[in-house]
């Protein structure tokens, strides 16, 4: 589903990855972890489409096509969702026609009609049920004002909405409390099926008691010096990292 070889790239002239080599098949959770600054969050970006960062070299293809030939929107229209650290606040909009808009915007994309009021909400209804969220918070402007809690909540809404074929999840962990990781961590769980694929960034291992990862990858210094099983995370959690570093000679 996701391949990617040799991926190179840089912010306002730094280099932050420099040689990333992953491959995600369909049915696979694959967890990026790394200290801090090690890139992990660029690494989403990238993926993402974001602009303000530079692809040097490397490749990265997803199913079958090249991703870094397609701008950020139409990678999110070929089943790319990220969830960004920080959800943006869009004041005036709730999260009913923010949903719409972007499934409308999905459906054009492949061709297809839009969705009609009543199909709309029966999978509003039914995306509601299954990530636990409150009818309530989809009638307020997106973001504004939420917790961090109803912030995480309605992000696993969304993708619930959108099923995603590769969703990239960033999670600092800092700002999550035990609620909040639950909800993200259930909501992928649901989610998950044989024809998707999430990779989950986080600096913590406790996000991975919840979501069990099939792949553990440590990021260092913008490459990947370890990969391994679910192991590899509560190593990490009692060791750190600076074995892995040693290990790796990059110490
Ligand atoms: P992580 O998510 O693993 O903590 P990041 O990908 O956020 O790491 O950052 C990797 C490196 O890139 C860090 O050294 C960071 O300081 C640098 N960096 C990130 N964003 C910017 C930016 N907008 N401008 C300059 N440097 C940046
Ligand atoms: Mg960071
Ligand atoms: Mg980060």
Do not use: C
Request: glycine fraction near 10%; avoid cysteine.
């Amino acid at each position: 589903m996701l391949s990617i070889k040799d991926l190179h790239a840089s912010i306002e002239g730094k280099e932050i990855l420099k040689g990333i080599n992953l491959e995600v098949k369909p049915g696979e959770v694959h967890a990026i972890m790394g200290p801090n600054g090690s890139g992990k969050s660029t690494l989403a970006s990238v993926l993402a489409g974001r602009e303000d960062y530079t692809v040097d070299s490397g490749e990265i293809t997803f199913n079958g096509k090249d991703l870094l030939e397609l701008e950020a929107d139409e990678r999110a229209k070929e089943g790319v969702f990220l969830a960004f650290q920080y959800p943006i606040e869009i004041p005036g909009v709730t999260t009913t026609n923010f949903m719409k808009t972007a499934l409308n915007k999905i459906r054009e994309y492949k061709g297809l009609e839009p969705l009609d009021a009543v199909s709309f909400l029966g999978q509003m209804k039914e995306k509601m049920k299954l990530v636990e969220i409150d009818q309530s918070l989809l009638s307020r402007s997106l973001n504004e004002g939420f917790s961090g809690g109803e912030k995480k909540r309605n992000e696993i809404f969304q993708m619930a909405m959108l099923e995603p074929t590769l969703a990239v999840l960033d999670e600092t962990d800092s700002g999550l409390d035990i609620d909040a990781l639950r909800i993200v961590a259930n909501g992928v769980n649901k989610l998950k099926n044989d024809d998707n694929a999430t990779i989950v960034v986080t600096h913590y291992q406790r996000l991975l008691d919840y979501i069990v990862p099939d792949f553990v990858h440590v990021l260092f210094d913008g490459k990947i010096v370890k990969t391994g099983g679910k192991e590899l995370a509560h190593q990490l959690e009692e060791k750190g990292y600076d074995w892995i570093k040693e290990e790796a000679g990059v110490a």
